[in-house]
């Protein structure tokens, strides 16, 4: 009968549980959770195995792919024990799990068939708020280094007018963490979102004290702080992402979790990506050349160099 049905993955949960010889229950919780993750470990070594094998027979190792049927089938009556002791629905799982994937690879697959951009809407959380209330569409921001005894101190101007305090590195060795307003300023051109530019600018959505409060105030700015401090923590570790074109997953779920509870929570972990390595792009330029010209749309982010450089 179950060679012959329609099995669906919800189907296969409930008839392998069946054949659960651990069953969950008050007096055994751990063993019966240990069990199969245990169980789960060891298959992954015995299709390891299957793969030593063929490496090192070939061709003559006629079983292989059988091998290989029958170890990913006991994989997935453990994967199915753990969901079912952890009160989770397999088919949800496999669903939650093609809507991640969707969030970071598809938009980029899309965009490649010309059926989709990658920030698709271009969007600005600001439309139709008065034009005081909304982040600037474009940006020319300069960098200036100048020499403070043993620091350098970086100056800005944002659009030709002084943006915020000079800034050092706030270290004990210099890492070019005073430039790390490239983060901000492409969070903003990219994602429409900066509650930091917001505050420095004097463009806070005031007209809706909610969103001045929530969405423009100090908790966000804090969030948007610590994303670029966690961004850089990761990038220093992938010699500041030259030369990639991806970011370790776990920075993207990161900076997903934080962002959970603010508007751009609806941005997708490809265009996170897509931010964290345009950013350090330019990052990359400004330390390589000790300062320069940050230019950004909405629609991409450039390094120029100074006319002169300090």
Not at 103 to 127: K, T
Not at 206 to 228: F, L, N, P, W, Y
Not at 279 to 303: D, E, H, K, L, P
């Amino acid at each position: 009968m179950i060679e012959t049905m329609d099995l669906t993955l919800r189907d296969y949960q409930s008839c392998a549980a069946a054949t659960d010889q651990v069953p969950d229950n008050d007096e055994n919780k751990l063993q019966s959770i240990m069990v199969p993750l245990l169980g789960l470990a060891g298959e992954t070594g015995s299709l390891l195995t299957e793969f030593k094998k063929y490496m090192r027979q070939g061709e003559i190792y006629r079983p292989f792919e059988q091998q290989v049927a029958e170890e990913l089938g006991d994989i997935l009556w453990y994967v199915s024990n753990i969901a079912s002791k952890m009160g989770l629905d397999l088919e949800e799982v496999a669903r939650l799990n093609l809507s991640k994937l969707d969030d970071r690879y598809r938009a980029e697959l899309e965009d490649h068939a010309g059926q989709r951009r990658l920030f698709e809407s271009q969007r600005s959380f600001d439309d139709g708020y008065p034009e005081n209330e909304r982040l600037p569409r474009s940006i020319r921001a300069e960098f200036h280094s100048v020499a403070d005894g043993s620091n350098a101190k970086l100056h800005v101007t944002l659009n030709g007018v002084p943006f915020g305090d000079a800034l050092t590195d706030n270290s004990h060795v210099e890492d070019g963490y005073r430039f790390h307003d490239v983060f901000h300023l492409t969070m903003c051109c990219r994602l429409g979102w900066s509650p930091i530019l917001r505050k420095l600018l004097g463009c806070k959505r005031k007209s809706e004290r909610q969103v001045d409060e929530v969405e423009d105030g100090a908790r966000a700015g804090i969030t948007e702080e610590a994303i670029s401090a966690v961004a850089y923590g990761f990038a220093k570790d992938f010699s500041l992402f030259n030369g990639a074109n991806s970011v370790e997953f776990s920075l993207l779920r990161t900076i997903k979790s934080m962002t959970s509870s603010f508007e751009v929570r609806v941005c997708t972990y490809r265009e996170w990506e897509s931010v964290i390595l345009e950013a350090f792009s330019v990052w990359r330029m400004m330390m390589t050349c000790n300062g320069g010209v940050f230019i950004g749309t909405n629609a991409r982010v450039s390094y120029q160099r100074h006319a002169t450089v300090d």
